[in-house]
């Protein structure tokens, strides 16, 4: 590496900016746009924390019901996913693969086609029609191949079959296998997979806005939701609250592929 | 062999929640929508409308063409910017990868938004053209307001396929091509670009896939513009008009399915759709 840089060095180093810039700048004049007293004088009509506060009078509860929709979403996909990621990295036939295939299918169809058919499908029965369940369901057909990907991946690095043998020469039932060997050893899968699920279900619009009804609006629905009718300040203040979400799911995640990229040498390695 | 017999048995106990979970609320109701597609006036006809449909057809060709804009265009600017990326170290290279990928989280709508934002009425580029041109430059709401919005939520993502995949290419491969006297472009052409085709065809063709069905974005922006998921949407919600829908949606399920399952074939590895 020269410390004197080319001129293609700049070049590309611009172009790069400009690119950060054009994903950047409007989540700056959004943010800025929310706080200030009239976004159409600018920042100068005063810095607010007025509209935050209208929205959480407004919408308050669609924040809770995605949290709690994304709380279920998560122990619906862990219960689900994880077993069948197991059988799937432990038996590589051609029906493990087929199988594998069809669980994806939810994420390689739009979200609309989905949508519809569950309303077609489960439409007539009104309680679940209109309760947060049927929300629920969508985001589970939709987020699953992403925790079963996730620990897929985990468990075919390591050794799982060593390990389990050598459990069970000890005696260790296959319960004990799976809850004392194998879930902690696919652990960083199993947390990877989790706070995918988190997040997509928290942001997740195509599919809940089709099944959503006036009583289970969710926080991607509000959003949409106040574009279309509320000033441009209260939607930009609910898409604060929204980054405010999603932040920490971030971080936790960039935390996490920068702690696996760190400890993958003394991970179990596939003796071959 | 009892043990194999009795894990056979474990394995597909382990194997049926997930699988009846997804039979009942995915298999089952997808067969009924195709059902649903040739039980209209029209009977089967109804998923070659599409084609025969003028309107139908026109919201197609404008949402394949808009996809492969959005697709190209996405693969030469995450290809330039993810290549300098894993290329240079440069102070506050962390910070920056961090705000290109922050978007990656953001739902259709919130982008949609952005886009708003930047080319709306009250946007930056229409400030910055008045004081400029004198003239409010906003184009949020028509088909470039949806390219924009779709390369928004697209580079992210394409850029940390380049360069998880720009990391394993082999710089010796570069570095014998170079001391032999080729150009920088030629490098580019013939070394770099061939080695990351596998993921550049992936990555494409999840883009491609993500723009057919992107919805959420579409919504935001404008209810009016001619895209297949928008057709789609008012024909269910407007006109009521279930068959139609759902033997769009079928096909829109197919296409972006076929593009997924072609770009595997080609590449390899696995290859799928996000939000």
């Keep these: 590496m020269t410390t004197r840089r080319s001129k293609r060095f700049w070049i590309q180093l611009a172009f790069t900016l400009l690119v950060c810039g054009f994903l950047v700048v409007p989540v700056v004049l959004s943010v800025l746009a929310g706080l200030s007293e009239n976004f159409f004088v600018g920042v100068k009509s005063g810095l607010t924390l007025r509209w935050v506060g209208e929205v959480w009078a407004l919408y308050a509860e669609t924040v809770y019901r995605s949290i709690g929709i994304a709380l279920a979403c998560l122990a619906c996909t862990l219960v689900l996913g994880v077993p069948a990621a197991y059988v799937l990295a432990s038996r590589q036939t051609r029906w493990t693969r087929a199988i594998e295939e069809l669980l994806v299918l939810p994420v390689a169809v739009p979200g609309l086609a989905t949508a519809l058919a569950l309303i077609l499908f489960y439409g007539e029965l009104r309680w679940f029609r209109q309760s947060w369940l049927f929300i629920l369901v969508g985001h589970v057909l939709f987020t699953l191949p992403f925790m079963v990907r996730s620990v897929v991946a985990v468990m075919a690095a390591i050794d799982m079959k060593t390990l389990e043998e050598a459990a069970a020469s000890l005696g260790a039932s296959f319960r004990e296998r799976f809850f004392g060997v194998i879930l902690p050893n696919a652990r960083p899968g199993i947390l990877a997979g989790a706070l995918m699920v988190v997040t997509l279900s928290i942001g997740e619009f195509n599919i809940t806005w089709m099944l959503h009804t006036p009583l289970t609006k969710t926080l991607p629905v509000g959003l949409a939701d106040s574009y279309a009718s509320m000033r441009l300040e209260i939607g930009s203040a609910y898409t604060i609250v929204f980054f405010f979400m999603i932040i920490p799911l971030l971080v936790a995640m960039q935390y996490m592929s920068g702690a696996g990229a760190r400890d993958k040498g003394e991970r179990w390695k596939p003796a071959r | ?275």
């Design chain 2, 1 to 275: 062999m009892a043990r194999a017999a009795r894990d056979a048995r474990l394995h597909a106990w382990l194997l049926a929640p997930a699988l009846a979970v997804f039979t009942a609320f995915w298999l089952l109701p997808l067969t009924r929508l195709a059902v649903v597609g040739w039980s209209g006036p029209q009977g089967l006809s109804a998923y070659f409308a599409v084609v025969t449909n003028a309107q139908y057809f026109r919201s197609l060709v404008s949402t394949v063409v808009l996809s492969l804009g959005v697709t190209a265009a996405t693969l030469v600017v995450s290809g330039v910017a993810g290549l300098f990326l894993t290329r240079n170290e440069f102070p506050g290279k962390k910070v920056l990868l961090a705000m290109l990928t922050f978007p990656l989280a953001f739902p259709g709508v919130v982008v949609g938004f952005m886009v708003i934002m930047l080319a709306g009425r009250q946007g930056l580029i229409g400030d910055v053209s008045e004081w400029v041109l004198d003239e409010r430059i906003v184009f949020a709401y028509s088909m470039a307001g949806l390219f924009t919005g779709y390369l928004y939520f697209s580079i992210p993502r394409v850029i940390l396929t380049v360069m998880a995949a720009a990391e394993k290419l082999d710089s010796a491969l570069e570095e014998a091509a170079r001391s032999l006297g080729a150009s920088p472009w030629r490098v580019v052409r013939d070394v770099i670009i061939p080695g990351l085709m596998p993921a550049l065809v992936s990555a494409g063709a999840i883009c491609f896939a993500t723009s057919m069905g992107a919805f959420g974005t579409a919504f935001t922006l404008a209810t009016k513009i001619n895209v297949l998921p928008i057709t789609i949407y008012t024909e269910f919600t407007n006109y009521a008009n279930f068959s139609i829908a759902a033997a769009l949606s079928i096909v829109l399920g197919v296409i972006t399915w076929a593009a997924l399952a072609l770009a595997r074939s080609l590449a390899g590895g696995t290859v799928s759709a996000a939000a």
